[in-house]
Structure formats: C-alpha cells, structure tokens
Nanobody, 126 residues
C-alpha cells in the first residue's frame, strides 16, 4: 500500500525559501496525480498545488502562483515543493497527498485524494 512521508519543513524568515519533499513507498505513484495541501493555524486544510499524471498539468492556488513550484522525480519516487518568497501567512502544516485514480489530472478537490502523509510544519516569521 502506498505510503507518503513529507520532510523539509522548518522555521524561516519572511522572504526565505524552503524545499519540501514527499517520498512515496510501498506503491506505484508514477501515474497518480499528487497534491500539496496546507493547514494554517485555525483553518481548514486547503490546496496549495497539484500535479497531474501528465507533468504539464499543474494547478496552483492563487496564493502559490509565482512563488511555489511542484515537481516530481519518478526515479526517486519523490514529489518536491519549492517554496520561495515565503510570507508569514504561509505558516502551517504541509501535507502531501496522492489521488486514487490512475492517469488522473491535477485537482484542488481534497476529497479526490485518498493517501496522505503525516505532514511537515512550516513556520514563517515576520
């Protein structure tokens, strides 16, 4: 069964950068759409970015456009999220998720993802 594990979170000053990684094991995720979600303090989990099985298919939340970049390394079974120009409002726990359906497109629909990692915390200080 597919399992996901995030890493790379931490404390960073406003304007700084972080690179989050999501390592997949126990399954084959190459043809599954992947997503990164964020749960800010006191808020619901929300989409940050999604990558469809076709690597040209990406969905970025408005808050992520121009600052965050998602990529995937199929040889390493890893999905990366590059976070640049971080702001205090980017603070939260970031989750990696995989869609259940193969050959699926990118989507912001949280219910479309059936496998989730445990999350990695990002704290951006002002």
């Amino acid at each position: 069964q597919l399992q996901l594990r995030e890493a790379g979170g931490g404390l960073v000053h406003s304007g700084g950068s972080l690179r989050l990684s999501c390592a997949a094991s126990g399954g084959y995720f190459r043809f599954s759409a992947m997503g990164w979600f964020r749960r800010a303090p006191g808020k619901d989990r929300e989409i940050v970015v999604s990558l469809g099985w076709s690597l040209s298919d990406r969905y970025y939340a408005d808050s992520a456009k121009g600052r965050f970049t998602i990529s995937r390394d199929d040889l390493k079974n890893t999905v990366l999220l590059q976070l640049n120009s971080l702001k205090p409002e980017d603070t939260g726990v970031y989750y990696c998720a995989s869609r259940a359906t193969m050959y699926s497109p990118a989507t912001s629909d949280r219910g479309a993802y059936n496998v989730w990692g445990q999350g990695t915390e990002v704290i951006v200080s002002a």
